[in-house]
């Protein structure tokens, strides 16, 4: 009996497919199917961490396929982003040729995991025939009011000279400068996602089949909130503060607006906290060195809600003191502080320190009241020591609120506020417009001229894509863009006269946010082809990382709506269905000096017990570390070339699915993907061994049938329920009830290994294919449809039913499928462990209930 080659058969299988076309799309008039997985950064490798996002989408593909849908399944690249512009600083290459060559590395790296990938449909978001298509919905968008230009607050590196994401400021430094950044407003574009809001919660409640976490990170990120704008009358105020000129506002003297989500707590108030940005705090900055100063720290810690709630609560007494609304008598002093956010509200807070953390932690460092007004229902009165009380409860110490529950009080306040004409019942949202502003070059161009005399104008339709110049140097910081001889200098397509092109490009979540429609025509003369979109969309099966739940989903969803909105397509929600796989973990393997060593340079031992390693090239004791998720950084990666080489591809497919449920990580070890290849060998052996001539036993052959559709049943149920390692479970227990019916021949073991040959194909679809030829069929595997299974075979014949006593589980017993009630209820009376519960409690049956094939319910008493 030959042995499976995985080396020669792989390569072989999938040329087979390459010369058939076997992936590309088509549209048969059958039912389509449109599988997607979230598409990779080209950044020069893919290693198995990342084949298991792929392998997963694949082996939905390909049961799609078997099942006779038309099938769209394709690839491409999320290419444009800062590694490249370092690598052209640290290397002195330019990004466009280091993209693009990680790319060609990384298409060939994935061909060898044998993806049913339509490549045909290939692109990168940094080809000018996509973002030239992007540059033209953007314009309509501008067009349609949704898209604008404000000044923003940004993180700001003052060495590198560009603006930071809130990832790239570490301990208030650049990420890659180490300068301390700086919040600078700058002029930026944004995207009005915000006009959005509402649609975007509610139609969270149609995606039922997303992960309800990543529905609730995307609802709390929304943020939407019900409560009350107040406005607090300055009582006192500093005399170098200018007084309120004639009918004009005055923002130094006028009323503090505050927004509050709980204004039932309003009597708990004891100071007001102002962003360091906020009109006032910068009024008195200019006389008070020390609120000046205050703002500068404020300005050298990132934007992000993280960052600030990581930091110590600081922050400045302003001199100024507010009136209570409902108490005339009672003033409260104002603070500027740097855990107030400028982007929520007004950029203004009240405190109310009894029932609010990070209030508490405030009051406790400055020394400010502390005064509960919400107590749990079950106590007199409640003491505040180092936290908050944050739970339901009644009002006290509050006046007319007194002895409401919480939401009764904060319908009262707002009521009270409105009649006193002091504030107004208001909703507002976390959710902030979306920047799209990057002062980088590798990015799509953003295509608006500025001209000095016609303003903002839109780049003509007959001039895009503007496409970005590949005569740059990185050699100095900043964006090359902006100081690049020629490309900017455009004349005004209104006036005719000089003008320059916007140097910003996009966020690149932008280009992230409609790749998926593109897809379904990628060569396309309009951005996106109605009819294809209209056919293949939304998409049926998405799946990618859960890091993504938030942003990438969030603007694709916001970004979908808009396009239909303009009459591109005509869906809202892009993906019907959405998985988060885990992350592929490997050990991490250090040297001495702390240099990471990868897996293939290690040699481990197991001496009775004790586990250590070495390093082959130097003989070096190495540290074995955690186990971690695969990144290059570690070196804890391995790639499917290393697989093909030692196991085959076919056994690192099987291993990244079969170890552990999807959702959850799954931890590479060398004798896991030794147990995966094993298995494929023995798949291969019941093929190459098979004779079509022997008979069989005729009852063997009857119980081998039945297992047979047991086996189908059970893997179908288990691909379609995202259970592939339990699918996988099954095929192993299938396989080895093959092996084992030695007895059975003919028809029988026909039947059983050409579903174990369809069976196995989504998962490790080489040997499937060289299985099936062996058995004699025609064509592919590929091509064959999806076993179908008989209910009545695939049924077990015996069943476990539950015994209850008094809705509690006690015991269980086997029974005949379909028994009659009397044999069950005797069955179930005789239970040892029923009959030692009875007597050790003194009771006795008063009733048994039979449902037949569920459970055996006893009342006793």
């Known amino acids: 009996m030959a042995r499976y080659e995985p080396k020669t058969a792989e390569p072989r299988q999938q040329q087979r497919w390459s010369d058939a076309n076997a992936f590309v799309t088509k549209d048969t008039g059958r039912p389509k199917y449109y599988v997607l997985e979230m598409f990779p950064y080209p950044s020069g490798n893919i290693h198995m961490g990342h084949a298991r996002n792929y392998v997963m989408g694949d082996v939905v593909a390909r049961h799609k396929r078997a099942q006779g ?136 409640k149609t995606l039922n089949r997303w992960p309800e976490k990543v529905r609730l990170m995307q609802e709390n990120w929304i943020g939407k909130s019900k409560g009350a704008t107040l406005w607090w009358p300055i009582a006192e105020a500093p005399a170098f503060l200018p007084a309120s000129p004639e009918g004009e506002p005055n923002h130094a003297r006028d009323p503090i607006e505050v927004y509050t989500t709980r204004p039932d707590t309003l009597f708990g108030a004891s100071f007001l906290a102002l962003s360091a940005d906020h009109p006032l705090t910068r009024a008195i900055a200019e006389h008070r060195p020390d609120v000046a100063d205050f703002i500068k720290a404020c300005a050298q810690t990132g934007t992000s809600e993280v960052d600030i709630e990581k930091a110590e609560k600081l922050g400045v007494d302003l001199g100024v003191r507010v009136r209570h609304p409902f108490d005339p008598d009672k003033t409260l002093p104002v603070w500027a502080a740097n855990f107030v956010l400028s982007t929520y509200g007004s950029g203004a807070i009240f405190g109310c320190p009894a029932h609010d953390q990070r209030d508490l932690d405030f009051a406790r460092k400055y020394d400010l009241p502390v005064t509960p007004v919400v107590k749990p229902d079950d106590v007199d009165t409640i003491e505040i020591g180092t936290e908050a009380y944050v739970g339901p409860g009644r009002i006290f110490n509050s006046d007319f609120l007194n002895g409401l529950d919480v939401e009764a009080a904060k319908a009262a306040a707002i009521a009270k506020v409105e009649e006193q004409k002091q504030g107004r019942a208001e909703t507002i949202y976390r959710l902030r417009d979306w920047g799209v502003s990057r002062q980088r070059y590798w990015g799509c161009p953003i295509p608006v001229i500025h001209c000095p005399s016609c303003g903002v104008q839109p780049v003509p339709a007959d001039q895009l894509p503007v496409v970005l110049p590949d005569d740059v140097t990185f050699d100095v910081p900043g964006n090359p863009l902006a100081r690049h001889p020629t490309w900017k200098h455009v004349k005004c397509p209104s006036c005719d006269q000089d003008a320059t092109r916007e140097t910003d490009t996009l966020d690149t979540f932008v280009d992230s946010s409609w790749y998926f429609a593109r897809f379904t025509d990628p060569t396309a003369d309009a951005p996106i082809d109605k009819a294809a979109a209209d056919h293949w969309l939304a998409v049926d099966q998405y799946i990618g990382g859960v890091e993504h739940a938030v942003l990438h989903l969030l603007y694709a969803r916001f970004i979908t709506r808009a396009l239909t909105d303009a009459g591109m397509m005509s869906v809202k929600e892009p993906f019907a269905g959405l ?265 006795s049956v008063k009733k048994v209930i039979v449902v037949q094939d569920r459970i055996v319910n006893l009342v006793v008493g």
């Not at 280091?98 to 060939?108: D, H, L, V």
């Open 69 to 204: 849908f038309d099938v769209l399944h394709p690839m491409g690249w999320d290419a444009f982003g800062m590694p490249a512009e370092n690598a052209a600083m640290e290397r002195g290459i330019h990004p466009k040729g280091w993209t693009y060559s990680n790319i060609a590395n990384m298409r060939e790296q994935l061909k060898l995991l044998g993806l049913s990938l339509d490549w045909s449909r290939e692109f990168a978001t940094c080809d000018p025939e996509y973002y030239g298509k992007q540059q033209a919905w953007f314009l309509e968008l501008f067009k349609r009011g949704l898209v604008y230009r404000k000044d923003a607050v940004v993180n700001w590196d003052p060495v590198d000279n560009t603006v930071l994401a809130n990832e790239q400021v570490i301990d208030g430094r650049g990420w890659r400068s180490g300068a301390l950044v700086e919040k600078r407003k700058l002029n930026q574009w944004f995207l009005r996602i915000t006009d959005y809001a509402d649609d975007l919660i509610e139609g969270l």
């Open 579 to 843: 998985f988060t796989q885990g992350m592929v973990v490997h050990e991490t393997y250090r040297r001495a000096d702390g240099q990471w060593v990868e897996p293939t340079d290690v040699d481990l031992t197991n001496d009775a017990g004790v586990r250590s390693a070495r390093q082959l090239s130097t003989g070096e004791a190495l540290v074995i570390g955690d186990i971690e998720k695969m990144s290059k950084s570690k070196k804890n990666v391995v790639a499917p070339a290393e697989i093909l080489e030692s196991h085959g591809v076919d056994a690192g497919r099987l291993f990244v699915l079969s170890d552990s449920p999807p959702e959850r990580d799954v931890q590479w070890t060398p004798g896991g993907v030794e147990g995966a290849s094993r298995f494929v060998q023995r798949v291969w052996a019941e093929f190459d061994g098979y004779d079509a001539s022997v008979p069989g036993d005729e009852a063997a052959n009857t119980a081998l049938i039945r297992e047979t559709h047991k086996a189908i049943k059970a893997v179908s149920e288990g691909v379609e329920g995202f259970r592939f390692n339990s699918a996988i479970a099954k095929l192993y227990a299938f396989l080895a009830t093959v092996r084992d019916a030695k007895d059975t021949g003919g028809e029988a073991r026909r039947q059983a290994l050409s579903a174990l040959a369809r069976l196995v194909a989504p998962f490790t679809p080489h040997v499937a294919e060289e299985a099936w030829s062996r058995l004699g069929e025609d064509g592919m595997v590929l091509d064959a449809p999806w076993p179908v299974y008989d209910p009545a075979l695939a049924a077990d014949d015996e069943v476990v039913l539950p015994i209850q006593i008094s809705g509690k589980r006690r015991s269980e017993i086997t029974a005949p499928r379909g028994a009659a009630s009397a044999d069950v209820e005797a069955a179930a009376l005789a239970n040892p462990a029923i009959q030692a519960y009875l007597s050790a409690n003194g009771v």
